[in-house]
């Protein structure tokens, strides 16, 4: 499965934000990791709608957390930002696939999605944050 560059985003901001354990900046995140802050903006502005980020404008603005890390399945805003239907196939409106019924291969294909969304489902924010010094380190500078 192939994440979007908005949901690798995301993702990145989310860490970014919990690590930083403050406000930060868009222009400081896209310092960061060298992404377009014209893009973070948009990507901070989903996570904003979403309940994840509060921001903050002014000369001491900027984005945090809305929420407790630990409260922040990674399934969670995987399935906010990505599609399920993986192949064509997944969905019944759209589908013209003329081997749909012989192949086997959504059953396959539907069994590796809820593998890989199980597995993220094991996993919340703090996970990735708690006891990660480096982390924690890159965030602030």
């Known amino acids: 499965m192939h994440l979007t560059t908005h949901t690798d985003y995301a993702l990145r901001v989310l860490i970014y934000t919990a690590a930083a354990n403050e406000p930060v900046t868009i ?3 896209s310092d960061a990791f060298g992404i377009s802050k014209e893009h973070l903006r948009k990507v901070v502005h989903s996570l904003s709608q979403l309940g994840y980020l509060t921001t903050t404008q002014g000369r001491y603005g900027g984005v945090r957390l809305a929420l407790d890390p ?3 399945n990674i399934k969670d805003v995987v399935m906010q930002f990505e ?3 993986i192949v064509e196939c997944f969905d019944e409106q759209t589908n013209t ?3 749909l019924g012989m192949c086997g291969l959504k059953k396959v294909l539907s069994l590796a ?3 890989f969304m199980d597995t ?3 996993y919340h924010l703090s996970d990735f944050v708690k006891n990660n010094p480096q982390l924690i380190a890159f ?3």
Do not use: E, Y
Request: with cysteine.
């Open 83 to 85: 599609s399920s239907k």
């Open 139 to 141: 965030s602030r500078q």
């Open 120 to 122: 993220l489902g094991q």
């Open 97 to 99: 696939c003329p081997i």
């Open 70 to 72: 630990a409260t922040i």
């Open 113 to 115: 999605h809820i593998s």
């Open 27 to 29: 222009s400081r995140i």
